[in-house]
């Protein structure tokens, strides 16, 4: 689906659905979306407008890097957005010049709509509209960034009481592994965004003004405290993975240590019932008669010394 906005020389606002009016002399000012676009409207991005060759492939090739790239009369971003179920990046292409805006996304963008909407609706003059539209676009799409960072660090919180009810260690760690790979997939996406909102609050090929540029330095200070929450995530998943093995240390040694215990102390009872069940015909003891008794009762003896030896030695303490 391609829709237009196009702004005339007398400020006129008009929305359209063909880009048959775009280079009507009476037209200032015209924003046109590709939403989803066939193959044919595909080639109307190529043939109803000049752009280079090396941006339409990477609008063409789904998902590129978040980037920014100067042409000729013309700067060209690469956005991505972040599905809040899926977490699947979904990419965003951006030519813009102070006449002109063209976004180009094949899935659906609910950045875009907002935007295009709300431009609808503005009479001023639309000189800045070009920085502002951007803008605008950039902050929709920071700002879904937020939702799906606390739904995984509320995630991480509600794991803290799971591990002090001492539930099922096992599906515990697999959760915060998931966790940890959706973290990862978010800081595959805003790392990226915010070193092209650097290159934007930066740039001096860009027509920004400086009060215009500290609203580009907003949301490049919102992903910087992203990538600060997500780090701070990370680590926590990364407590509870090494708490997860030093637990698991734990319990195997207390584990091992009483076993060795039981060991040790029946290693010279099976001795000695070893020796006196060997069935040779000529044993003395065996004709004893308190023989059974009195060997019983050493093995007793050995046992309860061992036992009060090793209380006496901590041996017992966790």
Same mark, same amino acid.
């Given at each position: 689906m391609i829709r237009c906005l196009m702004v005339t020389t007398d400020h006129q606002v008009l929305v359209d659905d063909s880009l048959d009016r775009l280079h009507a002399p009476g037209i200032k000012w015209y924003f046109v979306d590709f939403n989803q676009p066939t193959e044919q409207e595909k080639q109307q991005l190529v043939s109803a407008f000049d752009f280079h060759p090396l941006a339409l492939e990477d609008c063409f090739q789904y998902l590129q890097? &978040?980037?920014l790239?100067?042409?000729?009369? /013309?700067?060209f971003f690469v956005l991505h957005a972040l599905d809040t179920e899926s977490l699947k990046g979904k990419e965003i292409n951006l030519f813009a010049n102070e006449n002109y805006v063209v976004s180009y996304h094949e899935e659906p963008s609910s950045e875009i709509d907002v935007v295009f909407q709300a431009f609808q609706r503005i009479h001023n003059n639309p000189e800045q509209w070009t920085i502002e539209i951007v803008h605008k676009i950039m902050d929709k799409i920071v700002d879904g960034y937020f939702p799906i960072v606390h739904t995984l660090e509320d995630k991480i919180f509600a794991l803290e009481g !799971?591990?002090?009810?001492?539930?099922?260690?096992k599906r515990i760690m697999e959760d915060v592994f998931e966790i940890r790979s959706d973290l990862l997939v978010v800081a595959r996406t805003i790392l990226p965004m915010r070193d092209l909102l650097y290159r934007v609050v930066e740039s001096r090929r860009l027509a920004i003004n400086a009060n215009k540029k500290a609203f580009f330095q907003d949301i490049y200070d919102h992903l $910087?405290? $992203?990538?600060?929450?997500?780090? /701070?995530? !990370?680590e926590m998943t990364s407590e509870f993975r090494d708490n997860f093995i030093s637990l698991n240390s734990y319990r195997m040694n207390n584990i091992m240590k009483t076993l060795t215990i039981f060991t040790t102390i029946f290693m010279p009872l099976t001795f000695i019932a070893g020796i006196y069940g060997m069935n040779?015909?000529?044993? &003395?003891? $065996? *004709? *004893? !008669?308190f023989g059974y008794f009195f060997t019983l009762g050493g093995m007793a003896v050995i046992a309860m010394g061992m036992i009060l030896y090793f209380r006496k030695n901590h041996w017992f303490d966790e």
């Open positions: 890097r &978040p980037k790239e100067y042409y000729d009369g /013309y700067s !799971r591990y002090e009810q001492r539930g099922n260690d $910087l405290k $992203l990538n600060e929450m997500i780090e /701070y995530n !990370r040779f015909e000529h044993m &003395p003891e $065996l *004709t *004893t !008669r």
